[in-house]
């Protein structure tokens, strides 16, 4: 059965930062491609960032230079580096466990139950 377990959210002021951690289990970690996506009061779900099995990442063009996604196959765990936070940063951040389509797109198979990230002065 596969898990993913976040941790690392809560409250960071403007222009801090955080890290994310996503402890993965009940697969083979390494095979498969790892990302973050959120989502905040009112929006629609937001791919944030995505790292392939072989460690290539993409990110959405609004976190590109602040966040920086990250994985450690011996720990079977997904990290998401956060710099540079911003308020429009609010959000709840969930871990996903997906795979890499032959058109290159990543399609989500698992989610997390999600950390909540504020970022608020």
């Known amino acids: 059965q596969v898990q993913l377990v976040e941790s690392g959210g809560g409250l960071v002021q403007p222009g801090g930062s955080l890290r994310l951690s996503c402890a993965a289990s009940?697969?083979?970690?390494?095979?498969?491609?790892m990302g973050w996506r959120r989502q905040a009061p009112g929006k629609q779900r937001e791919l944030v960032a995505t790292i392939t099995s072989g460690g290539s990442t993409n990110y959405v063009d609004s976190v590109k230079g602040r966040f920086t996604i990250s994985r450690d196959n011996a720990k079977n765990t997904v990290y998401l580096q956060m710099n540079l936070l911003s308020p429009e940063d609010t959000a709840v951040y969930y871990c996903?466990?997906?795979?890499?389509?032959?058109?290159?797109?990543?399609?989500?198979?698992?989610w997390g139950q999600g950390t909540q990230v504020t970022v608020s002065s």
């Open positions: 009940g697969y083979i970690f390494s095979a498969y491609a």
């Open positions: 996903t466990k997906g795979r890499t389509s032959k058109f290159g797109t990543y399609i989500i198979e698992n």
